[in-house]
């Protein structure tokens, strides 16, 4: 009844804000989280929406960060961290997002630049036509099939990751967004941990243990990219650092539209543990 992991089309997903919020309402959802990207415009548009229709619009956010000293291999040097129950209209928390959200436009430019040398001239402006609401990398992959530079997903992800992986990496360390989340009353949880190998190897208790030290709250357990054997292992993690434990279904419906929509094993008491641990739902009652 629950989905804390979803994506529109104000960054990487499919649908409209909209969309999310009467499909959510049709499979009888009590409360959803659009965890765009780097920004809250998803969720602000959905907010009135949500209310209208009975639905707990959670404040949410993924923010693209990196981790210093943890060696991840370059294809997912990115980290990705989910903040919840945090103030919307915090004015540090919200530069904080505008910054992120220009720095990954930034690098997109870069990735066009790169290719325009290699001999597929490419601006940001081209990105934007794929959607004028948000540049990355799907939306980079898309233009190079339009532009003909590719012949299918397949060679235009290729060519996308032979800049992507070579341009800059976020400047915003996973500490500096842990602290963010929190000034703004938030809660931090890492998202999809089996994509976060520090060494390229699985997530340890030692390596855990640093995210939490820097503030950790908590952890997404409950995701499709998690085996069972993948969730025992940290949900065992989770009991010995004392991290809540969150889940969503992820959604962004490219390959399979809404039918991933609140379908992970999210229970009123993860929701619960949340609410409880954010400093602001507590002062807003």
Not at 11 to 22: K, L, N, T, V
Not at 34 to 45: E, F, Y
Not at 235 to 254: K, N, Q
Request: hydrophobic share 45%; glycine share 8%.
């Amino acid at each position: 009844m629950y989905d804390l992991h979803i994506h529109s089309h104000y960054s990487d997903g499919r649908y409209s804000p909209a969309d999310i919020i009467a499909a959510a309402s049709r499979l009888g959802l009590r409360a959803v989280a659009i965890t765009d990207h780097d920004n809250l415009r998803g969720s602000r548009v959905a907010q009135p929406l949500a209310l209208a229709a009975g639905i707990e619009l959670i404040p949410a956010i993924e923010l693209t960060t990196r981790w210093p000293g943890a060696d991840l291999p370059l294809e997912d040097v990115n980290v990705d961290l989910l903040g919840y129950y945090f103030d919307p209209d915090h004015a540090e928390f919200n530069a904080f997002t505008e910054a992120a959200l220009n720095d990954l436009h930034a690098r997109i430019s870069a990735c066009c630049a790169r290719l325009t040398t290699l001999g597929y001239p490419l601006e940001l402006a081209d990105v934007y036509v794929e959607n004028p609401r948000y540049a990355g990398t799907i939306q980079l992959i898309d233009t190079l099939r339009r532009k003909g530079y590719a012949a299918d997903w397949r060679e235009a992800m290729r060519l996308m990751n032979a800049v992507w992986l070579r341009v800059r990496s976020t400047p915003f360390t996973i500490r500096s967004a842990i602290e963010q989340i929190h000034f703004a009353g938030g809660v931090a949880v890492l998202a999809h941990p089996t994509l976060v190998r520090p060494q390229g190897e699985l997530l340890s208790a030692a390596w855990l243990r640093q995210l939490v030290d820097a503030g950790l709250d908590g952890i997404e357990i409950y995701h499709r990219r998690l085996t069972e054997a993948d969730r025992a292992y940290f949900l065992r993690l989770a009991r010995t650092l004392g991290l809540l434990v969150s889940g969503g279904s992820d959604m962004h419906g490219w390959h399979r539209g809404m039918d991933e929509l609140g379908t992970q094993p999210v229970s009123a008491a993860m929701v619960a543990a949340l609410r409880a641990r954010s400093t602001f739902a507590r002062s807003a009652g």
